[in-house]
């Protein structure tokens, strides 16, 4: 089970319900023990009150039953006790599960309940016992009466005592079976309130960007998670500082080797060859550095496109105009190649986005079409505006890229097998840690409208317009 929130509410319902289970048993047990212990005294009070009952008649008649009465005598039960409802105005039903005996010393019958159902035995033997009458167990209990000389026996169907005893263990039982749901809804809600914390943690990491390094700040953490936040801070604090060191060595070292590759260039631009070959080799010579020089360039942006400080202030910008203001850049690698270039921008489409930032991204998707198409290629740059989002697309008729390609080719430094034109392999790393750390979506694709090709589609956030204060 991967979820903590649903492992603690299982394991505690299925715990408290096993306590329940067990509460119930236990109670179960209690009350029949208290029952039996309860009704066992009852029979010693009822064989001690028909003792009583009897001395207090022989003293008051100058009577004692005697061993020759020819029918015993009988205590009549009125027909209402038994009738279905357990009370009435004489008694309750219960009585008729009731009945006593009294014997002479001899064992003569003297007196007994008018309980037809019911015939008891002599039993000489004092104490409580079992027995069963007509299949069914009775609870009984036999005394001696040193004074009156006779037997008494009081017995009790042990139907009374299951029946109390469910009765009462089903009223329990229903208790706590109907508190088990708002157990469970209590559990859940300590569950959810005690996981509140981590569910914060990671609400705040989730919403961070991808450069943003700055240690987690909670007013109240649990003592349990300071370790763990603690843990997360340090992490952070570390990586981000990796990041700037490897951060300034690429920036620095790209600054410090473009000022003596553009002072070789111009030696070797100076260079007045007198043969065919010399030339080569100074052609060689100036499209290397050219190449060099890009790449730290790339490098440069890469690092500053990195750092999102670099980068955080928002304006509105008017696409066309920068997609113009880039093609014009490129214009004589646009002529040279003749390459025919197709703008589809709606003149009043803006953006909300910071401006360098775009036109870094949009100089490297317009770059890499018009690199990588042959010559007389065509490349189409396209928006599209909605009411949430504005999606910036640049299609060209290459060779395109195969879907092995394509899950690589944001990678740094990744160059296609098929592509043998000049290029350093990080224009689209750049693309996307831009995109990253914007908030853009990114999506290659096949061109449909040139059947070969690649088109690279941008999808920004349709954001309102932010306005300057007076």
Not at 17 to 29: H, R
Not at 74 to 93: T, W
Request: proline letters at 3%; aromatic letters at 6%; glycine letters at 4%.
């Amino acid at each position: 089970m991967n979820s903590i929130r649903a492992y603690l509410t299982i394991t505690l319902v299925i715990g408290i319900g096993l306590a329940i289970a067990a509460s119930i048993a236990m109670s179960y047990q209690r009350i029949t023990h208290e029952t039996e212990e309860l009704y066992d005294a009852e029979l010693a009070q009822i064989s001690r009150v028909l003792e009583a009952v009897l001395s207090i008649e022989f003293e008051f008649t100058g009577v004692h039953i005697s061993e020759t009465t020819h029918e015993k005598q009988k205590l009549v039960i009125s027909p209402e006790i038994i009738a279905e409802g357990e009370y009435n105005k004489d008694g309750h039903k219960y009585e008729k599960k009731l009945a006593f005996q009294v014997w002479s010393r001899k064992g003569v019958p003297l007196l007994g309940s008018s309980n037809n159902d019911v015939s008891l035995s002599f039993s000489n033997e004092p104490g409580y016992s079992y027995e069963t009458i007509d299949d069914k167990a009775w609870r009984t209990f036999v005394r001696y009466s040193d004074t009156l000389s006779i037997w008494i026996k009081v017995s009790q169907s042990v139907e009374i005592r299951e029946d109390v005893t469910h009765k009462i263990a089903s009223v329990n039982a229903s208790i706590l079976l109907i508190l088990l749901p708002v157990i469970f809804i209590l559990i859940t809600l300590i569950v959810r309130k005690g996981l509140a914390p981590l569910n914060e943690i990671n609400r705040q990491i989730s919403l961070r960007g991808n450069n943003n390094l700055t240690p987690l700040n909670f007013t109240s953490v649990p003592n349990e998670l300071q370790q763990i936040v603690g843990s997360i801070n340090h992490l952070m604090s570390s990586l981000g500082a990796a990041i700037e060191r490897q951060r300034r060595f690429t920036g620095n070292a790209a600054h410090e080797l473009r000022t003596p590759l553009a002072a070789i260039k111009v030696h070797a631009q100076n260079m007045h060859p007198d043969n065919e070959r010399l030339k080569n080799i100074q052609d060689h010579i100036v499209s290397g550095i050219d190449k060099l020089t890009h790449l730290f360039n790339q490098l440069i942006t890469l690092s500053q496109a990195e750092c999102s400080q670099v980068y955080d202030k928002k304006e509105a910008v008017n696409v066309n105009d920068l997609v113009c203001e880039i093609t014009t850049e490129l214009s004589a690698t646009i002529h040279r190649k003749q390459i025919t270039l197709s703008t589809h921008i709606d003149k009043n489409i803006k953006i909300q986005a910071n401006r360098e930032k775009l036109s870094i991204l949009l100089r490297n998707l317009i770059d890499n079409a018009v690199k990588y198409v042959p010559d007389q290629g065509k490349v189409t740059i396209n928006a599209e505006l909605s009411d949430t989002r504005v999606n910036l697309s640049v299609s060209d008729n290459g060779i395109g890229l195969n879907q092995e390609q394509k899950a690589h080719v944001f990678e740094r430094f990744y160059r296609a097998s098929s592509q043998d034109m000049d290029g350093c392999g990080i224009g689209l790393s750049i693309v996307k840690e831009i995109c990253d750390s914007s908030g853009y979506s990114i999506a290659l694709s096949d061109t449909e409208r040139y059947q070969t090709g690649l088109t690279v589609t941008v999808g920004m956030p349709n954001e309102p317009m932010a306005t300057d204060n007076p």
